[in-house]
């Protein structure tokens, strides 16, 4: 089963995709077979000054997704995310999450191999 997590500005497949991952304000997790989704509140790193990227990173962990699909995502955060094994996919604000899982799904998202530019 993979689980993927979309940044999201809230609940459910057909809010849009949050631009931001550190400050985004959760994440829809959704399972790749069967399209179920939940949502991880990400409330705590909005709050903080330093470090936002780095806790959505832990939080993310946390939810056993193995993909993440976002707008940007910064080097520290990035890191974080490389070493918890989870593959990031930018660059995809302006869809919905049900937009970008399926992108993803059919192939049209290719994993980053560093933080945006």
Do not use: C, W
Not at 55 to 71: D, E, F, I
């Amino acid at each position: 089963m993979q689980r993927i997590a979309v940044t999201a500005e809230g609940p459910g497949l057909d809010g849009l995709v949050d631009p931001r991952f550190g400050r985004a304000a959760g994440f829809v997790v959704v399972d790749a077979a069967t399209m179920a989704a939940e949502y991880v509140d990400n409330g705590a790193s909005q709050t903080l000054s330093h470090g936002a990227g780095i806790n959505a990173a832990q939080v993310l962990a946390k939810s056993g997704a193995g993909v993440l699909l976002t707008g940007y995502v910064g080097p520290k955060a990035f890191q974080a995310l490389q070493a918890a094994g989870i593959k990031v996919g930018q660059d995809l604000e302006g869809l919905t999450v049900r937009q970008a899982v399926q992108r993803f799904l059919d192939g049209q998202v290719p994993m980053a191999a560093g933080p945006n530019k």
